[in-house]
C-alpha cells in the first residue's frame, strides 16, 4: 500500500466479535488515495476468503491547528503571554516608548541604526528560514546594513527599510497593525522601532533556553 500512513496509527476496535477470522490485509486507499467510504478488510474465514467493509472507520488526515505560542518552525511566538483579540492578533510584547527599558540596545540604534537595523533584518530573516535563531546573533555588517548606512546618508529614508522589516516581524508574531503605523513608527522615532523589533524577536531566541 505504497503511499498510504502505516496500520499502527489507526485502531480498528469495532471488529464484530462474532468473526472468528484472520486479517489477511486492509485496504486504506482507493486507486492510490485514502478511501473515504470507510475501510476494506480481506479476511479468511472458515477457509474462504472474504471481504468486509466498516463504512464507519474512514480514514481522515487531520492536523492540529498551530495556536499563538505554539512552537512551531521556530520558538515561543508570545514568550511574553500576551492576550489574542477578535481577529487572533495581540499587540507587542514591549511598548514603542519602551525602549528605554533595553537602554544599551536603544543607544545603539540612535547612534548606529544601520548596524541595529541590519542584525535585526538578519535574525528575523534566519529564524523565517531555519527555525532557529542566528547563531552569531546578527552579522554587524550585512547588505541589509549597508543598504540602511546608503539610504540615510543620501536621501535620509533608512526608516522605509525599517518600515518593511517591522512589517516582517509583525507578520510572524500574529501582531496587531498595519503599513501606515509601521511607517509613522519608523519615520517618527527610528530608535525606538528598532529597539522594540529587536526585543521581540529576542523573546522568541530566548525561548530555545540560550540567549543569542
Not at 478488510?41 to 466498516?54: A, C, H, P, W
Not at 511566538?77 to 537602554?103: D, M, Q, T, V
Amino acid at each position: 500500500m505504497h503511499g498510504t500512513p502505516p496500520i499502527g496509527c489507526h485502531q480498528f476496535d469495532s471488529i464484530p466479535p462474532r468473526f472468528p477470522v484472520h486479517v489477511l490485509c486492509v485496504t486504506l486507499c482507493v486507486n492510490g488515495r485514502p478511501s473515504k467510504h470507510g475501510v476494506s478488510f480481506l479476511i479468511k474465514r472458515q477457509g474462504r476468503n472474504q471481504d468486509v467493509s466498516f463504512p464507519f472507520l474512514s480514514y481522515q488526515s487531520q492536523q492540529p491547528m498551530p495556536t499563538m505560542g505554539m512552537q512551531v518552525g521556530g520558538g515561543n511566538r508570545n514568550a511574553a503571554g500576551k492576550p489574542l483579540n477578535s481577529n487572533g492578533k495581540r499587540e507587542w510584547s514591549h511598548g514603542l516608548c519602551g525602549c528605554f527599558e533595553a537602554c544599551g540596545t536603544c543607544c545603539y540604534a540612535c547612534w548606529c541604526p544601520c548596524i541595529v537595523h541590519g542584525k535585526n533584518k538578519q535574525r528575523i530573516t534566519h529564524l523565517q528560514a531555519s527555525g532557529s535563531p542566528a547563531p552569531d546573533g546578527g552579522s554587524c555588517c550585512s547588505g541589509a546594513c549597508w543598504g540602511h548606512c546608503l539610504l540615510t546618508s543620501f536621501l535620509g529614508a533608512g526608516f522605509i527599510l525599517q518600515c518593511m522589516n517591522r512589517g516582517d516581524t509583525r507578520g510572524r508574531y500574529g501582531i496587531e497593525g498595519g503599513c501606515c503605523g509601521d511607517c509613522c513608527s519608523s519615520f517618527c522615532c527610528a530608535p525606538c522601532d528598532l529597539t522594540q523589533v529587536s526585543r521581540e524577536i529576542e523573546l522568541e531566541e530566548k525561548s530555545f533556553g540560550q540567549r543569542y
